[in-house]
């Protein structure tokens, strides 16, 4: 398992266990946290799973994809660490991951 | 193996048939032939999830720059610069980014107090009679008033441009659409783009005016005239007729479920995920086209360089190695992304507004009608190369009942005016069947008269005799508004011959005197 915190907008935050192979879209939708939409459900069509990365962890994700870099155009207040949740695997190497929620997806 | 068909199952996009209901046929190529060649049409097509998956997201091997339509890759029709939907990298990728930031999610959300009001507007004076059509008093006015408003068309100009967009789609039953003369640049459009050149709103035809980007060559610049055209040509036609069809599908579905939809009518919350299980469960477009632009295999049988691929993407939603009891409509279903809005660089721009448009439409239609039954004996199904759907669905409320008196109704046989002559005749049009009834006067070579049909009452015009030859026009505004050419020979009480449907083909036509 790999502990993941999800900050909301207004500084909510949700630790919560997520099991890796999972992505990070999936670890907040089985939890119920708010603020990530993920309408299309992670086809990387919709741009609804919009996160930013907290700076320790930038460097430790695998960089974007074409589609993603593609996709996260629809996002809204997109910045160089903001990366589509859908998209990102958990791994044991994640445990500990800090992410941010944008103020609207 | 190299004969991808010798299991003996068929499918044919273009047969009335199997257009009704695709998925028997399309369950038996999953299992039977994974990779299905068709030799009549000399196409591919995948059926199961992960291969139509791979169909949609590998783009280097399945290409869009030969067209997503069928008939668009075998008849080689060239495409001009800027319809993005048929464009690969790089032009694909710089013109898709430019159109993503036009349609965000955020930005469509905030249509939803106009999109209420539309459904609103269209509901409204239904709910007193209890009978409505999903299709004609809403699947073609919200989606069209809503692109209108993004646009910037004026509201009296909604219908003639819809009626456009379903001419260059529509094709006849049974055969391949003739795309040889497709423009897909946006005629019609002119005099709205010059309108808001000089009149800048808020409306997405200026974002498109205004929007600077750096093109293929490296250069910054603005859209031209004729790539903002192709757009707005391209947004239009989506915007029309694919939500149309998830509000009949809509329709269709929840009143074969009732109690899913009772539900939903008690928790609204459900909607989301029932919008989704319509789209997954029934899509308004169920298969994507693709150029095989390098040699490729699947399941070990190859697929050549050249060939043209279907990725039947209603096949893939239903797909059982995905979707358990994929065949059964269920709105509490572990959510699994269906492929409805495809999948990768090409997927559907307009999903949020989509999605936000299914939404509202169903929770408005919830607020007036908690049931309705659908009149399938007097619904039917429209042909396109693209879109599968409903094309009038009419329904009514438990206490309104089925219409009693309906369009389809046989049409009175009149006896003849004195002088005159009467003839009762069919037109088998692609909607079915259609009887009418026509009074005529013979003045010398020349006669006039009126025709009666469930479509009303209109005069014939330009009525010529050339022997026992018959041939006039007639003008309907219902279901669209075509002009009809007809040319009959007459043989003692009986006539035979055809009517030239506008741009919709031709029909046989069979009558009688009376």
């Known amino acids: 398992m790999a502990k993941i915190t999800y900050i909301e907008f207004d500084g909510s935050e949700h630790v919560v266990n997520v099991e890796p192979g999972c992505t990070l879209m999936q670890g907040a939708k089985d939890n119920n946290i708010p603020g990530i939409l993920a309408d299309c459900g992670g086809c990387c069509i919709c741009g609804t799973c919009h996160v930013y990365i907290e700076p320790a962890w930038r460097a430790r994700l695998a960089t974007r994809t074409e589609i993603e870099k593609a996709t996260i155009e629809f996002s809204t207040d997109v910045e160089p660490h903001s990366r589509l949740a859908c998209q990102i695997k958990i791994t044991e190497e994640l445990d500990g991951l800090i992410v941010r929620m944008p103020e609207s997806q | ?514």
């Not at chain 2, 309907?476 to 741009?503: H, Q, Y």
């Open chain 2, 1 to 514: 193996m190299n004969a991808v068909n010798d299991s003996g199952c068929h499918w044919d996009p273009y047969d009335p048939k199997y257009f009704s209901n695709p998925y028997p046929a399309w369950a038996r190529l999953r299992e039977e032939a994974p990779l299905y060649y068709n030799k009549q049409y000399d196409f591919y097509a995948v059926s199961r999830y992960e291969d139509v998956e791979r169909g949609l997201f590998d783009r280097d091997t399945f290409i869009s720059g030969r067209g997503g339509i069928l008939e668009i890759i075998k008849q080689n029709v060239p495409i001009p610069p800027g319809v993005f939907i048929f464009e690969d990298p790089p032009l694909h990728t710089m013109h898709r980014s430019l159109l993503t930031r036009v349609f965000t999610p955020k930005k469509m959300n905030a249509l939803e107090p106009q999109i209420r009001a539309f459904c609103a507007k269209a509901l409204d004076p239904l709910v007193e009679g209890g009978r409505f059509n999903f299709i004609d008093d809403l699947g073609a006015e919200m989606p069209l008033r809503v692109i209108g408003m993004l646009l910037g068309i004026p509201e009296e100009d909604l219908k003639s441009v819809q009626a456009r967009v379903n001419e260059n789609l529509r094709t006849e039953p049974g055969k391949a659409g003739d795309y040889s003369d497709h423009s897909f640049v946006g005629e019609g459009y002119e005099e709205y783009l010059d309108w808001r050149v000089k009149n800048p709103s808020d409306d997405l035809m200026t974002e498109l005016l205004n929007v600077e980007f750096t093109d293929e060559t490296g250069t910054n610049r603005k859209l031209t005239r004729d790539e903002i055209l192709i757009f707005i040509n391209i947004i239009a036609g989506a915007g029309n007729e694919t939500t149309n069809r998830l509000i009949g599908w809509t329709g269709k579905v929840l009143a074969e479920h009732p109690d899913q939809r009772r539900q939903i009518y008690e928790n609204r919350a459900l909607i989301p995920q029932a919008i989704e299980e319509l789209l997954r469960f029934e899509p308004p477009g169920p298969s994507v086209g693709r150029y095989v632009a390098k040699d490729t295999e699947f399941h070990g049988q190859k697929v050549p360089a050249g060939s043209a691929i279907l990725c039947l993407v209603g096949s893939a939603n239903r797909d059982e190695r995905k979707f358990v009891n994929g065949e059964t409509f269920d709105i509490h279903r572990a959510r699994v992304p269906h492929l409805t809005f495809g999948y990768g660089f090409h997927s559907c721009l307009g999903n949020a507004l989509a999605r936000i448009e299914g939404r509202i439409a169903l929770d408005e239609l919830l607020n007036r009608f908690p049931e309705w039954d659908v009149d399938l004996d007097n619904a039917y199904l429209s042909s396109t190369s693209t879109v599968r759907g409903w094309e009038t669905l009419p329904a009514y409320t438990p206490k309104a009942g089925k219409a009693s008196v309906h369009a389809a109704a046989p049409v009175a046989e009149a006896a003849a005016a004195p002088g005159g002559e009467s003839w009762k005749m069919t037109l088998k049009t692609p909607m079915g069947p259609q009887d009418m009834v026509m009074s005529i006067t013979r003045d010398g070579n020349s006669f006039s008269g009126r025709i009666e049909s469930p479509m009303g009452s209109e005069n014939v015009t330009g009525g010529k005799i050339d022997g026992d030859t018959l041939s006039w026009t007639m003008e309907v505004t219902k279901p669209a508004k075509i002009k009809l050419s007809f040319e009959v020979k007459v043989d003692g009480d009986n006539m035979t011959g055809n009517a030239k449907l506008g741009m919709f083909g031709k029909a046989a036509l069979t009558g009688h005197r009376v």
